[in-house]
């Protein structure tokens, strides 16, 4: 009996929360409009942003929402230095293209898949942004030796169980003051443990979708 009432008080809490994070998601939906360009150089790539999720020549991308918070991330932190891990066709790449190209920053984006790589960089020169970010193609676990320090910005987007090596092997070429985005943490549980114990790392969650994991390294 005492362990019926225990099963029915927690699935009511849970049943509330998640109606709680449902109205959040719906209310915030709501309230937003589509990113307007304000330059020639923002339309153009939020143009091949369109174009490339109408056409349906993205795989595995970002939902808008978390590429719009890349941007938002990256701009506001003047990132000159990005990284990001698991290029796909470009999608999210793009994203953080609208920050860099305001900040005068570089890219460099790392994706095992030649086909998708070779996609990537077509939408990048559609963009006009292939001048700012370069595509290696190949394993990042071995290719990310080539990564100069300091980097202020690295988006870990490729496969899961990768996480944790993507992490020490950028942590320390991260600047104090940078930020270590992770996508899809949901399905990264020893990476969430790596950062939410480390005491030089300030951790918070951006629960859209899949959930944005969102590090600052500490000065
Ligand atoms: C979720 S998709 C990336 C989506 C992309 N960030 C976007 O939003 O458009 C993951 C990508 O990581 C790539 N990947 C997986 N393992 C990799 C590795 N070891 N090195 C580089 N890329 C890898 C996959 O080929 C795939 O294209």
Do not use: C
């Not at 699935?11 to 929360?17: D, G, I, P, S």
């Not at 449902?22 to 153009?44: H, L, N, Y």
């Not at 970010?133 to 899961?160: R, S």
């Amino acid at each position: 009996m005492k362990l019926a009432v225990l099963v029915v008080t927690a699935l009511l809490l849970l049943a509330v929360v998640v109606s709680s994070q449902r109205r959040g998601t719906e209310r915030a939906q709501g309230m937003e409009k589509p990113p307007m360009g304000r330059t020639d150089a923002e339309k153009r790539i939020l143009g091949v942003i369109d174009d490339a999720r109408r056409a349906g020549r993205v795989h595995l991308e970002v939902p808008d929402a978390d590429g719009r918070m890349l941007r938002v991330l990256a701009e506001s932190i003047n990132a000159k230095e990005a990284v990001e891990i698991g290029t796909s066709t470009g999608y999210s790449g793009l994203w953080l293209s609208l920050a860099l190209q305001t900040t005068g920053g570089k890219l460099t984006t790392f994706e095992i898949d030649a086909g998708r790589a070779a996609q990537a960089r077509k939408h990048f020169q559609q963009a006009g942004v292939d001048g700012i970010v370069t595509v290696i193609e190949g394993d990042a676990h071995k290719n990310l030796q080539q990564v100069k320090a300091p980097v202020d910005l690295v988006f870990i987007d490729a496969e899961k169980e990768g996480y944790p090596d993507y992490l020490k092997q950028m942590l320390p070429k991260v600047r104090p003051g940078g930020l270590i985005l992770a996508h899809n943490i949901d399905m990264a549980p020893e990476y969430v443990t790596a950062v939410t114990t480390n005491p030089e790392l300030e951790t918070v969650f951006y629960m859209e979708g899949r959930g944005l994991g969102i590090t600052l390294k500490k000065r």
